[in-house]
Protein backbone atom coordinates (compact mmCIF):
# COMPACT_ATOMS: atom_id res chain seq x y z
CA UNK A 1 0.00 0.00 0.00
CA UNK A 2 1.13 3.64 -0.53
CA UNK A 3 2.22 6.11 2.45
CA UNK A 4 -1.45 7.68 1.77
CA UNK A 5 -3.63 7.59 5.19
CA UNK A 6 -7.42 7.98 5.42
CA UNK A 7 -8.28 11.38 7.25
CA UNK A 8 -8.88 10.89 10.89
CA UNK A 9 -12.53 11.41 10.64
CA UNK A 10 -13.26 8.49 7.74
CA UNK A 11 -15.64 6.04 8.91
CA UNK A 12 -12.49 3.74 8.28
CA UNK A 13 -11.11 2.48 11.19
CA UNK A 14 -7.44 2.96 10.89
CA UNK A 15 -4.62 1.26 13.04
CA UNK A 16 -0.79 1.97 14.44
CA UNK A 17 0.85 -1.03 15.56
CA UNK A 18 3.65 -0.95 17.79
CA UNK A 19 5.83 -4.28 17.93
CA UNK A 20 3.80 -5.59 14.76
CA UNK A 21 6.99 -8.13 13.88
CA UNK A 22 6.81 -9.91 17.61
CA UNK A 23 4.65 -13.03 17.75
CA UNK A 24 1.16 -11.13 19.31
CA UNK A 25 1.66 -8.23 17.66
CA UNK A 26 2.12 -10.10 14.34
CA UNK A 27 -0.95 -11.93 15.17
CA UNK A 28 -3.16 -8.89 15.93
CA UNK A 29 -2.04 -7.33 12.48
CA UNK A 30 -3.35 -10.12 10.52
CA UNK A 31 -6.69 -9.98 13.02
CA UNK A 32 -7.22 -6.34 12.48
CA UNK A 33 -6.63 -6.50 8.12
CA UNK A 34 -8.94 -9.74 8.10
CA UNK A 35 -11.42 -7.24 10.03
CA UNK A 36 -11.05 -4.63 7.86
CA UNK A 37 -8.94 -2.01 9.34
CA UNK A 38 -6.57 -0.13 7.74
CA UNK A 39 -3.12 -1.36 9.20
CA UNK A 40 0.01 0.73 9.63
CA UNK A 41 3.21 -0.13 11.68
CA UNK A 42 6.03 0.97 13.10
CA UNK A 43 9.72 -0.77 12.14
CA UNK A 44 13.33 -0.21 12.63
CA UNK A 45 15.90 -0.83 10.49
CA UNK A 46 17.12 -3.82 12.66
CA UNK A 47 13.31 -5.48 12.29
CA UNK A 48 12.83 -8.49 10.75
CA UNK A 49 9.60 -8.51 8.86
CA UNK A 50 9.61 -12.22 7.49
CA UNK A 51 6.49 -12.97 9.64
CA UNK A 52 4.25 -10.34 8.07
CA UNK A 53 5.26 -10.92 4.54
CA UNK A 54 1.90 -12.63 3.50
CA UNK A 55 0.45 -8.95 5.02
CA UNK A 56 2.84 -7.20 2.92
CA UNK A 57 0.64 -5.69 0.21
CA UNK A 58 -2.18 -4.90 3.36
CA UNK A 59 0.01 -2.80 5.74
CA UNK A 60 1.57 0.21 5.63
CA UNK A 61 4.76 0.45 7.22
CA UNK A 62 6.79 3.49 8.71
CA UNK A 63 10.74 3.40 9.77
CA UNK A 64 11.16 5.40 12.80
CA UNK A 65 14.39 7.00 12.92
CA UNK A 66 15.09 7.54 16.89
CA UNK A 67 13.61 10.83 17.25
CA UNK A 68 10.61 12.20 18.74
CA UNK A 69 9.96 14.48 15.51
CA UNK A 70 10.07 11.47 13.57
CA UNK A 71 7.74 10.00 15.41
CA UNK A 72 5.77 13.02 15.25
CA UNK A 73 5.93 13.09 11.43
CA UNK A 74 4.58 9.51 11.48
CA UNK A 75 2.11 9.46 13.06
CA UNK A 76 1.51 12.60 11.36
CA UNK A 77 1.47 10.46 7.97
CA UNK A 78 -0.29 7.46 9.93
CA UNK A 79 -3.25 9.26 10.91
CA UNK A 80 -4.49 6.58 13.44
CA UNK A 81 -7.93 6.22 15.12
CA UNK A 82 -6.24 3.73 17.39
CA UNK A 83 -2.74 3.20 19.15
CA UNK A 84 -1.55 -0.80 19.86
CA UNK A 85 1.73 -0.32 21.30
CA UNK A 86 2.98 -3.91 22.04
CA UNK A 87 7.10 -2.85 21.12
CA UNK A 88 9.01 -3.30 24.23
CA UNK A 89 12.48 -5.28 25.34
CA UNK A 90 11.70 -8.52 27.40
CA UNK A 91 14.52 -9.64 29.61
CA UNK A 92 14.24 -11.89 32.67
CA UNK A 93 17.28 -11.09 33.87
CA UNK A 94 19.04 -8.43 32.85
CA UNK A 95 22.96 -7.23 32.33
CA UNK A 96 24.85 -3.35 33.44
CA UNK A 97 24.86 -3.53 29.59
CA UNK A 98 21.47 -4.06 29.07
CA UNK A 99 20.21 -0.82 30.79
CA UNK A 100 20.45 1.66 27.88
CA UNK A 101 18.19 -0.67 25.30
CA UNK A 102 15.34 -1.25 28.12
CA UNK A 103 14.69 2.65 29.26
CA UNK A 104 15.68 3.29 25.13
CA UNK A 105 12.80 0.76 24.14
CA UNK A 106 10.44 0.41 27.25
CA UNK A 107 10.28 4.30 27.89
CA UNK A 108 11.76 6.58 25.50
CA UNK A 109 10.07 5.12 22.08
CA UNK A 110 6.68 4.68 23.93
CA UNK A 111 6.88 8.44 25.34
CA UNK A 112 8.04 9.29 22.03
CA UNK A 113 4.85 7.53 20.52
CA UNK A 114 2.49 9.12 22.83
CA UNK A 115 3.67 12.61 22.42
CA UNK A 116 3.13 12.44 18.96
CA UNK A 117 -0.41 10.94 19.34
CA UNK A 118 -0.88 14.05 21.52
CA UNK A 119 0.81 16.29 18.51
CA UNK A 120 -1.54 15.01 15.60
CA UNK A 121 -4.86 15.07 18.09
CA UNK A 122 -4.68 11.23 18.52
CA UNK A 123 -6.18 10.45 21.80
CA UNK A 124 -6.47 6.04 22.10
CA UNK A 125 -4.43 4.00 23.16
CA UNK A 126 -4.35 0.25 23.55
CA UNK A 127 -0.92 -0.52 25.98
CA UNK A 128 0.73 -3.66 26.97
CA UNK A 129 1.82 -4.17 30.51
CA UNK A 130 2.59 -7.57 32.16
CA UNK A 131 1.35 -9.32 35.26
CA UNK A 132 4.89 -9.24 36.67
CA UNK A 133 4.37 -5.67 37.85
CA UNK A 134 2.98 -7.77 41.35
CA UNK A 135 5.08 -10.17 42.13
CA UNK A 136 3.57 -12.04 45.15
CA UNK A 137 0.23 -10.76 44.17
CA UNK A 138 1.12 -6.95 45.26
CA UNK A 139 -0.76 -3.84 44.07
CA UNK A 140 3.30 -3.32 42.59
CA UNK A 141 6.30 -4.89 43.19
CA UNK A 142 8.16 -5.60 39.98
CA UNK A 143 9.58 -8.88 39.13
CA UNK A 144 12.40 -7.70 37.69
CA UNK A 145 13.71 -4.58 35.82
CA UNK A 146 11.34 -5.13 32.23
CA UNK A 147 8.55 -4.79 34.50
CA UNK A 148 9.32 -1.96 36.49
CA UNK A 149 10.10 -0.43 33.13
CA UNK A 150 6.14 -0.88 31.92
CA UNK A 151 5.21 0.61 35.23
CA UNK A 152 7.52 3.18 34.88
CA UNK A 153 5.23 4.02 31.62
CA UNK A 154 2.52 3.94 33.07
CA UNK A 155 3.18 6.49 35.60
CA UNK A 156 4.14 8.30 32.30
CA UNK A 157 0.96 8.27 30.84
CA UNK A 158 -1.09 9.32 33.86
CA UNK A 159 0.43 12.79 33.05
CA UNK A 160 -0.76 12.43 29.20
CA UNK A 161 -3.90 11.42 30.58
CA UNK A 162 -4.30 14.34 33.31
CA UNK A 163 -2.94 17.01 31.30
CA UNK A 164 -3.96 15.85 27.44
CA UNK A 165 -7.03 14.32 27.62
CA UNK A 166 -5.10 10.53 26.48
CA UNK A 167 -7.89 7.89 26.31
CA UNK A 168 -5.79 4.63 27.75
CA UNK A 169 -6.72 0.97 27.90
CA UNK A 170 -3.53 -1.19 29.57
CA UNK A 171 -3.86 -4.72 29.04
CA UNK A 172 -1.70 -7.07 31.30
CA UNK A 173 -0.92 -10.07 30.09
CA UNK A 174 0.37 -13.84 31.37
CA UNK A 175 1.93 -16.03 29.63
CA UNK A 176 1.05 -16.61 25.89
CA UNK A 177 1.32 -19.78 23.43
CA UNK A 178 -0.30 -20.77 19.88
CA UNK A 179 0.79 -22.03 16.75
CA UNK A 180 3.97 -21.14 14.85
CA UNK A 181 5.33 -19.70 18.17
CA UNK A 182 9.14 -19.15 17.69
CA UNK A 183 9.87 -18.33 21.62
CA UNK A 184 11.49 -20.06 23.82
CA UNK A 185 8.26 -20.40 25.65
CA UNK A 186 6.92 -23.16 27.60
CA UNK A 187 4.32 -24.65 25.04
CA UNK A 188 6.95 -24.29 22.28
CA UNK A 189 9.83 -25.74 24.30
CA UNK A 190 7.49 -28.83 25.15
CA UNK A 191 6.52 -29.07 21.06
CA UNK A 192 10.60 -29.28 20.71
CA UNK A 193 11.18 -31.46 23.55
CA UNK A 194 8.23 -33.98 22.06
CA UNK A 195 9.68 -33.80 18.60
CA UNK A 196 13.86 -34.56 19.94
CA UNK A 197 12.53 -36.74 22.73
CA UNK A 198 16.08 -35.09 24.40
CA UNK A 199 15.83 -34.45 28.49
CA UNK A 200 14.30 -30.98 29.24
CA UNK A 201 16.16 -29.94 32.13
CA UNK A 202 13.90 -27.51 34.32
CA UNK A 203 13.09 -25.62 37.67
CA UNK A 204 11.51 -28.54 40.37
CA UNK A 205 7.52 -27.24 38.71
CA UNK A 206 6.32 -25.95 41.52
CA UNK A 207 5.17 -22.62 40.12
CA UNK A 208 1.53 -21.55 39.34
CA UNK A 209 1.26 -20.51 35.33
CA UNK A 210 -1.99 -18.93 34.24
CA UNK A 211 -1.43 -19.64 30.38
CA UNK A 212 -3.58 -17.90 27.53
CA UNK A 213 -3.95 -18.71 24.21
CA UNK A 214 -3.56 -16.46 21.29
CA UNK A 215 -6.40 -15.86 19.76
CA UNK A 216 -7.84 -15.09 23.16
CA UNK A 217 -5.82 -12.24 23.60
CA UNK A 218 -5.58 -10.44 20.11
CA UNK A 219 -9.35 -10.69 21.12
CA UNK A 220 -8.74 -8.81 24.40
CA UNK A 221 -6.90 -5.93 22.24
CA UNK A 222 -9.68 -5.40 19.59
CA UNK A 223 -12.08 -5.04 22.42
CA UNK A 224 -9.82 -2.51 24.30
CA UNK A 225 -9.95 -0.67 21.20
CA UNK A 226 -13.86 -0.96 20.58
CA UNK A 227 -13.77 0.43 24.24
CA UNK A 228 -12.18 3.24 23.95
CA UNK A 229 -14.50 4.61 21.07
CA UNK A 230 -16.99 4.79 24.23
CA UNK A 231 -14.39 5.93 27.09
CA UNK A 232 -14.23 9.75 27.54
CA UNK A 233 -11.56 10.01 29.87
CA UNK A 234 -8.15 8.31 31.89
CA UNK A 235 -6.76 4.92 31.89
CA UNK A 236 -7.98 1.69 32.92
CA UNK A 237 -6.20 -1.78 33.50
CA UNK A 238 -7.36 -4.68 32.99
CA UNK A 239 -5.72 -8.36 33.27
CA UNK A 240 -6.18 -10.79 30.35
CA UNK A 241 -5.96 -14.36 32.27
CA UNK A 242 -6.98 -17.91 31.23
CA UNK A 243 -9.19 -17.78 34.53
CA UNK A 244 -7.36 -21.36 35.18
CA UNK A 245 -4.01 -21.49 36.54
CA UNK A 246 -1.75 -24.36 36.96
CA UNK A 247 1.80 -25.95 38.39
CA UNK A 248 4.11 -25.84 35.65
CA UNK A 249 4.21 -30.11 36.41
CA UNK A 250 0.57 -29.97 35.89
CA UNK A 251 1.01 -28.62 32.74
CA UNK A 252 3.03 -30.66 31.74
CA UNK A 253 0.77 -33.87 32.51
CA UNK A 254 -1.91 -32.04 30.77
CA UNK A 255 0.55 -31.77 27.66
CA UNK A 256 1.71 -35.74 27.72
CA UNK A 257 -2.63 -36.56 28.41
CA UNK A 258 -3.92 -34.49 25.38
CA UNK A 259 -1.03 -35.49 22.61
CA UNK A 260 0.01 -38.46 23.72
CA UNK A 261 3.71 -37.55 23.43
CA UNK A 262 5.45 -38.78 26.90
CA UNK A 263 8.09 -35.88 27.38
CA UNK A 264 11.81 -36.42 29.39
CA UNK A 265 11.58 -33.35 32.11
CA UNK A 266 14.89 -33.06 34.50
CA UNK A 267 12.60 -31.71 37.47
CA UNK A 268 15.14 -29.46 39.36
CA UNK A 269 17.78 -29.62 36.68
CA UNK A 270 17.82 -25.92 37.34
CA UNK A 271 17.27 -23.86 40.31
CA UNK A 272 14.21 -21.58 40.73
CA UNK A 273 15.22 -17.93 38.91
CA UNK A 274 15.55 -14.98 41.47
CA UNK A 275 12.29 -13.42 42.46
CA UNK A 276 10.99 -16.61 40.34
CA UNK A 277 7.37 -15.94 40.16
CA UNK A 278 5.56 -18.96 42.27
CA UNK A 279 1.50 -17.60 42.69
CA UNK A 280 0.02 -15.73 40.01
CA UNK A 281 -1.56 -12.18 40.75
CA UNK A 282 -4.93 -12.51 40.86
CA UNK A 283 -5.66 -8.84 41.86
CA UNK A 284 -7.00 -7.78 39.00
CA UNK A 285 -10.05 -6.20 37.16
CA UNK A 286 -11.69 -8.20 34.09
CA UNK A 287 -11.87 -6.45 30.34
CA UNK A 288 -15.83 -5.95 30.30
CA UNK A 289 -16.73 -7.98 27.42
CA UNK A 290 -14.22 -10.61 27.45
CA UNK A 291 -13.78 -13.87 28.46
CA UNK A 292 -11.04 -16.72 27.29
CA UNK A 293 -12.79 -19.27 24.56
CA UNK A 294 -10.31 -21.50 23.95
CA UNK A 295 -9.36 -24.37 26.65
CA UNK A 296 -5.64 -25.59 27.41
CA UNK A 297 -6.45 -28.96 25.41
CA UNK A 298 -8.27 -27.05 22.49
CA UNK A 299 -5.09 -24.63 22.33
CA UNK A 300 -2.31 -27.52 22.76
CA UNK A 301 -4.62 -29.26 19.54
CA UNK A 302 -4.60 -26.08 17.56
CA UNK A 303 -0.92 -25.30 18.40
CA UNK A 304 0.53 -28.66 16.79
CA UNK A 305 3.46 -28.18 14.52
CA UNK A 306 3.24 -28.97 11.19
CA UNK A 307 6.16 -31.96 11.47
CA UNK A 308 3.88 -33.43 14.42
CA UNK A 309 1.07 -35.40 14.93
CA UNK A 310 -1.30 -36.11 17.60
CA UNK A 311 -0.28 -39.84 18.74
CA UNK A 312 -2.25 -42.71 19.03
CA UNK A 313 -0.94 -42.85 22.70
CA UNK A 314 -3.43 -41.24 24.59
Not at 60 to 85: E, R, W, Y
Not at 259 to 279: A, Q, S
Request: net charge neutral; charged share 20%; proline share 4%.
Amino acid sequence: MSDTALPLNSNVRVALVTGATGYIGSNLVKRLVLEGWVVHIIVRTKSNLDVLNPLASSIIQHMHDGSTKGMIDLVAQAKPNTVFHLASLFLVQHKPEDIEALITSNLLFSTQLVEAMIANGVKSLVNTGTSWQHYHNEDYNPVNLYAATKQAFEDILSYYVEAQGLKVITLKLFDTYGPNDTRAKLINLFWKAAHSQEVLHMSPGEQVIDIVYIDDVVAAFILAAEQLCLQTQGQKIFGISSGHTLRLMDIKDKFELITGYKLKINWGGRPYREREVMLTWNKFEKLPGWCPTISLEEGLIRSLPKDLKITDAR
